[in-house]
């Protein structure tokens, strides 16, 4: 994979005061206002960019790459200068993760959340808190049978397998979580949907 294939075509600013354009792979820099250009340059010097000021052209002007650095090192240059902007693929991206949604308190899920209530359900099994049933109930509360992977393997619920250790069983659990997350299909169930769902898989 190219080292520029990472970046978008175009990164942006939109705050009041400060809106302008970024294109990495021309270095070409588009200020929206008078007043951006100040916080514009200096966003691109907090990144150890340099300005080519021949190219200034109104509120336009081109990046101009340090003397005596490598290619991998202007990549991550870059890659800090668009750190905070807007892109199509991250708005895009956002929008998709905020479809996962928690039914029951109409908030959206949050991975960084659920990977910890897997992390603290995994001791608990080891420690002997927990049992396998537990491991199904609390799995079985999202939509892992919408998850294309278990599809694919035949399976729906989470069930209670002797033939299954307790720590695949997590481990199965967490990818579908994972990978309904990433694709913006994620629900947690209400606790009469999931008594409705279950009801179903009897």
């Not at 650095?69 to 905070?84: A, D, G, H, N, Q």
Request: net charge positive.
């Amino acid at each position: 994979m190219n080292k520029w294939d990472k970046f978008e075509h175009k990164y942006w600013r939109e705050e009041s005061g400060w809106q302008f354009e970024f294109f990495p792979l021309t270095g070409k820099v588009v200020c929206k206002t008078d007043g951006s250009l100040i916080k514009t340059v200096h966003h691109f010097g907090t990144c150890s960019l340099d300005i080519d000021w021949t190219t200034f052209k109104g509120r336009t002007f081109s990046i101009k790459v340090p003397e005596g650095i490598s290619e991998s090192e202007l990549v991550k240059r870059i890659s800090c200068s668009v750190k905070e902007l807007l892109s199509e693929g991250k708005l895009s991206k956002q929008a998709i993760l905020s479809n996962n949604f928690n039914n029951a308190t109409g908030k959206p899920l949050d991975i960084f959340q659920l990977r910890k209530y897997v992390s603290g359900l995994r001791k608990d099994v080891r420690e002997g808190r927990k049992r396998r049933q537990d491991i199904c109930n609390f799995f079985n509360k999202y939509n892992i049978e919408d998850d294309d992977e278990r599809k694919r393997l035949g399976a729906n619920i989470m069930k209670v397998l002797k033939t299954k250790s307790s720590s695949t069983m997590i481990d199965e659990g967490k990818g579908a979580l994972e990978r309904l997350y990433k694709q913006g299909r994620l629900i947690k169930l209400t606790n009469d949907e999931y008594k409705e769902k279950m009801l179903k898989y009897e």
